[in-house]
């Protein structure tokens, strides 16, 4: 996480973090965005969260997140033929992802949490109910005459004009 051999914001001293069934309520994006925040000023890491740095730590944590289902072929829902400590991994990873995730938008003063609802509604109407219950297919693929004209960039993805930041034509 900083300049060196730090694994993840995960990796704590013990004691150091009460979680959210210590406290007995669910953990917000906010009280994540505050307590990575508090984690990363009392370790002076600050200095290290540029967001080209975030960015690769994320890359890095996804990846790690990945070589746990590689070869792994399908894996069905809830992890029934999982060990207890392939789970456990698989949670850790989950949520380096999550954790740089939350510290980049931060960094980047995008709320994250207003971003997700709006990316929610921008992609109710790209895929309507009616045109794309049970199928797969991109937006492009079916016909909504509701949803703007989209532009192609110049490595062939698309943007929506309506939202002017860009938003991705994979339906997430």
Known sequence: ???????????????????????EEDVSLTDLKKRMADFAKE???????????????LVGE??????IFQWK????????DWKDEEK???GEELSDVLLYLIRLSDICGIDLG???????????????VNLSKG??????QIV????????TTANGGGSSIEDGVGVSHDGV
């Open 144 to 151: 909504n005459s509701s949803f703007p004209a989209t532009t």
């Open 73 to 80: 072929g399908e894996v069905p829902k809830g992890l029934p």
């Open 88 to 90: 456990q991994h698989l």
């Open 135 to 140: 199928s797969s297919k991109k937006h492009n």
């Open 114 to 128: 207003k971003a997700a609802l709006r990316k929610l509604q921008v992609n109710a109407i790209k895929y309507p």
């Open 62 to 67: 996804v990846g790690e997140l990945s070589e």
């Open 43 to 57: 370790r002076d890491w600050d200095q290290f969260h540029s967001p080209r740095n975030l960015l690769l730590a």
């Open 1 to 23: 996480m900083g300049g060196g051999a730090e694994k993840s914001f995960a990796s704590t001293a013990a004691g150091d973090i009460t979680t959210p069934k210590d406290r």
